[in-house]
């Protein structure tokens, strides 16, 4: 894709790669400017995107924004932007984002809408989520306690309330009460202040009508009539609840797949799939980390790249750069290409690993195993790259990076087996190489 054509009446998809954290907001932000709609497919507000924009008010100083809910492409002027059908929706965080938009002088108004599918998520899923953490103890997952697993547990149970519920609040409040008593039996009598949410709902419900949308009609008509839509994946191919490291992942689909049912558009309409990988790999959360560096190298990392969730704050563990991981996720999600992020963030170490293959009982694995156990008695072989010391941040052009620095890109592309488009110096928006 071109670093400066409008790409018309397709789709192109924005995914995580890893275990999430590798820089999605930053690319969607990018990107806006060259699409009509921006739009969110999966997740909830389990997500944090990260986007440093310039100050309109202070040359010169840039400005700092975190989206659970909002997609990104509201930072850029005039763009649409939908929450899908797939996403788990907390509306009092969405709110919240949107007046984070309008006080900074963002108008949101008749910009953003809302799936009539959309599962809507409240607080008793988030005291389940806490009630279930607490239950597993030393097998907890680490869940960012967003209500995630509580929310799509209750839409696969079939008893979710949904964002087109609200249009009949007497409906919806008998329906959301049936729901407390049944989850109550289940999981104990949790506390919380249920009238005062059913308040909530009742005066959100005249704000939100005006947002609710037939999303998956609206953005294939828009397709229909040429126009481009840019989705804004969730989370990561390795939290995927199909194809991540189950148990520990999240509870809704990270990859591909979760963008055609979270949207309602079909595959054959998806023109480009970019997958967003870290040039080295973070997870937050308890759950298997084959590369992980539980030493002062590690701790470099998470220093100079400044890796503290964006949702909960938690340090995020890091390690080396794992390709069978890479090549993983580029098989999953037919990446077409990758923006490998945060590369300047490596300036400085004097040799760089890369986990190339992984060995059980001797033998090489074809794939990234689903077994825990397996997982943990592998033998991970590593390639070890040349360093470099300069600074990258002032970077544009992939040739005036360090020799070395290229090697190191050169290298998981040969081994993910896809082409990186975009390499991230910064975390700006002109931080990024172009490499068409
Ligand atoms: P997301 O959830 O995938 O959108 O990523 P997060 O926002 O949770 O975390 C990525 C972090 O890395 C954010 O703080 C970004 O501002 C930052 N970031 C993104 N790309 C780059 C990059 O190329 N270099 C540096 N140094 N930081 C980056
Ligand atoms: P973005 O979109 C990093 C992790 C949680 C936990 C597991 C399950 O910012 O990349 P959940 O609350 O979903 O039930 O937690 O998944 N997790 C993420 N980690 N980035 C995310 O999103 C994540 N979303 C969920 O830390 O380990
Ligand atoms: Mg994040």
């Known amino acids: 894709m071109s670093s400066q054509a409008k790409v018309l009446g397709n789709l192109t998809a924005v995914v995580g790669t890893q275990w999430g954290d590798e820089g999605k907001g930053k690319l969607i932000d990018i990107l806006a400017a060259k699409f009509d709609i921006i739009a969110r497919a999966t ?89 279930q953490e607490m239950a597993k ?27 087109h519920d609200l249009d009949n609040f007497e409906k919806f409040s008998a329906k959301y009460l049936e729901n407390v008593e049944t989850l109550q039996k289940m999981y104990g009598k949790f506390k919380y202040d249920i009238q ?52 520990y992942v999240t509870s809704s689909n990270a990859s591909i ?78 990446l077409t290409s990758i923006n490998l992020t945060k590369l300047d963030v490596l300036t400085g170490f004097p040799t760089l690993k890369i986990a190339t293959n992984y060995k059980y009982l001797n033998e090489y694995l074809k794939s990234f195993p689903a077994s825990l156990d397996v997982l943990k008695e592998i033998e991970i072989e590593y390639i070890e790259l040349p360093g470099w010391e300069e600074d990258l941040s002032k970077v544009r052009k992939y040739q005036d990076l360090p020799k070395n620095a290229r090697l190191y890109v050169e290298k998981i592309e040969e081994l993910v087996g896809c082409k990186i488009n975009y390499i991230g110096t910064g975390v700006g928006r002109d931080d990024m190489i172009f490499r068409d």
């Not at 609206?218 to 040429?226: C, S």
Request: aromatic content about 8%.
């Open 257 to 334: 797949g979760g963008v055609v049912t979270g949207t309602g558009i079909g595959v054959t309409k998806i023109k480009n799939i970019v997958g967003i990988m870290k040039a080295y790999t973070t997870r937050v959360g308890e759950g298997p980390f084959p590369t992980e560096l539980n030493d002062e190298l590690g701790e470099k990392i998470r220093t100079i790249g400044g890796e503290f969730g964006a949702t909960t704050g938690r340090p995020r563990r890091c390690g080396w750069f794992d390709a069978v991981v890479g090549k993983y996720s580029v098989m999953l999600n037919s």
């Open 43 to 131: 997740g909830g507000a389990n997500a944090g995107h990260t986007i440093h924009i310039p100050d309109k008010n202070n040359p010169g100083q840039s400005q700092k924004f975190v989206f659970h809910l909002v997609p990104a492409g509201m930072l850029t002027d005039g763009k649409i932007c939908v929450v899908g059908n797939g996403v788990a929706m907390h509306l009092p965080t969405f709110f919240e984002e949107i007046e984070v938009l309008e006080k900074a002088g963002i108008s949101t108004a008749e910009r953003i809408f809302i799936s009539d599918r959309a599962h809507l998520l409240f607080e008793y899923h988030k005291a389940i989520d806490e009630l």
């Open 196 to 247: 005062a949410e059913l308040n909530y709902y009742k005066e959100i419900s005249l704000r939100v009508k005006p947002m609710i949308l037939d999303s998956a009609y609206y953005l294939n008509e828009a397709l229909d009539k040429g126009q481009s839509i840019l989705v804004e994946g969730a989370n990561g191919a390795l939290l995927d609840i199909d194809h991540g490291t189950y148990p």
């Open 137 to 163: 103890d030393s097998k907890k997952i680490g869940t960012t306690k967003r209500g995630i697993g509580p929310c799509y547990t209750d839409k696969i149970r079939r008893i979710g309330l949904r964002v």
